[in-house]
């Protein structure tokens, strides 16, 4: 039958730009090898992908190597859903705010994820076989009638479709009276911290009804090991925007805050860091204090390098990095878009001014990586200076496509930025050069390396 000329046309682009709030993607991790992605949403949900195996067919010429470096979706489960705090009433959304991978032990994996007050750890298992003949049980798992049982078998395990199988393990509650806004798991692999706007709390895996505050004079059951929160809440100066323990020393952990300082402590000296051992802090120019000063220079991001040697920061109009030997100032500062330093009133008004992005380093911190508007993202060469600004779109999703570098265009010229379109969260593989981009509800992988190359702004 032929179409009605009087029926409506469906808007196949508007179902395509169409995004619903709670398919956000608001968190992305690589495990510790590489071969599983995981991703939180809005929605509460967590996505895992897993790295395609090397070709099952033999390569058609000796030495022919494979590319294997695609993702596809291996598990999908809802990890929080939306509660209520009736002594405040107050929601608490669904959000993922953050996920970290535990390093792997044995054949399954772990992984913890955080909304704003609970925290999950998560048994990731495959199950490709399952027993058959019980002696007490039927083949539908009901008892029998022991009267019917004649003679005895040993059950065997017999070979089925592969099943991946995500079960909570530990649910740590009660821990924290504000938002989490950072997990970071330990180089001990037996604790964690977690870190909300005004404390700090550490974890053991296997215990969830209690946890060790690092910076509190006085020691209590439900400890915290920062504790900031004055006496008076007017007299709240800054907050705790970030934390992460050191990769190699498990003593060693760095906070940010919103005056864009990084305090490094040091569990050896107190087990209550109420004294940070240092203090990392960037001299501020006089001359060129404004409203939007204290906004700018808020961390939104802290990483340790690979090594351990360096930090790197993200605030609203710059990355730096920082030598742990060197708390004068950071050694190397990389300008992620200067142009919108003349824009700072429009970006108040609309919001934009306190958007967080992430940073990450490459497997071998050579060269670091942090987002930008418009599906724009910076990578900066650390030996060279030089930065190169890519786009995650559509386009460049197709398999094998080249990721392009783009200019930068200011209010007034052609192709203004978008500001709805923005690369907060990333992730770099651990030994490869692969990157995990965000943008909105849209997940981008890119393979191989690019290099940096200057560029205008």
């Known amino acids: 039958m032929g179409e009605d000329a009087e029926s409506p046309k469906i808007n196949h682009t508007f179902l395509r730009d169409y995004v619903t709030e709670a398919d956000v993607i608001s968190t992305v991790e690589f495990n510790q090898t590489g071969d599983l992605l995981a991703t939180g949403d809005k929605g509460g949900r967590v996505v895992i992908f897993q790295r395609e195996t090397e070709s099952k067919g033999e390569p058609e010429e000796v030495g ?105 393990r530990r649910v740590f509650s009660n821990g924290h009276t504000y938002h989490v806004n950072s997990i970071s798991v330990n180089s001990d692999g037996e604790t964690y911290l977690s870190a909300d706007d005004l404390r700090i709390n550490m974890w053991h895996l ?116 920082w030598d742990l030997n060197m708390d004068k100032g950071p050694v190397e500062t990389y300008q992620v878009h200067e142009y919108l330093r003349s824009k700072l009133c429009s970006l108040y008004e609309n919001d934009c001014i306190f958007d967080k992005f992430e940073c990450v380093w490459n497997s071998s911190d050579s060269v670091i990586m942090t987002g930008a508007y418009n599906s724009f993202f910076r990578m900066f060469d650390r030996e060279t200076g030089r930065g190169v600004t890519l786009e995650a779109w559509r386009e460049s999703s197709k398999p094998r496509a080249v990721l392009r570098t783009r200019r930068v265009y200011t209010w007034g010229q052609a192709s203004p930025l978008d500001f709805t379109k923005k690369i907060l969260h990333m992730a770099w593989h651990p030994s490869e050069n692969i990157i995990a981009i965000a943008a909105t509800n849209n997940l981008y992988i890119f393979q191989d390396r690019v290099n940096p190359e200057t560029q205008g702004q």
């Open 64 to 168: 022919e190597t494979v590319d294997s470096g695609e993702y596809n979706v291996y598990s999908t489960f809802q990890s929080h859903e939306p509660d209520f705090d009736y002594l405040k009433s107050l929601e608490i959304e669904e959000k993922i705010n953050k996920i970290r991978w535990l390093p792997q032990q044995n054949a399954a994996h772990f992984l913890l994820s955080t909304n704003d007050k609970t925290i999950k750890l998560w048994k990731v298992s495959e199950r490709d076989k399952r027993p058959e003949g019980y002696n007490l049980k039927d083949e539908e798992g009901r008892l029998k009638d022991m009267t019917t049982i004649t003679s005895l078998q040993v059950p065997v395990l017999k070979p089925t479709d592969l099943m991946v199988e995500v079960r909570p």
């Open 206 to 321: 296997d215990i969830t009804d209690r946890s060790f505050n690092i910076l509190l004079v006085v020691l209590v059951w439900d400890a915290h090991i920062v504790d900031i929160k004055p006496a008076n809440m007017e007299d709240l100066t800054e907050v705790i925007t970030s934390a992460e323990f050191h990769p190699h020393h498990c003593h060693l952990f760095v906070y940010s805050s919103s005056k864009g300082t990084l305090r490094l402590c040091d569990m050896r000296a107190s087990a209550l860091c109420d004294r940070h051992t240092k203090l990392f802090e960037e001299p501020e120019d006089p001359g060129s204090r404004s409203f939007f000063s204290e906004i700018i220079s808020s961390v939104s991001d802290v990483k340790f390098s690979h090594s351990g040697r360096y930090l790197l920061t993200r605030d609203y109009l710059t990355a730096k990095v």
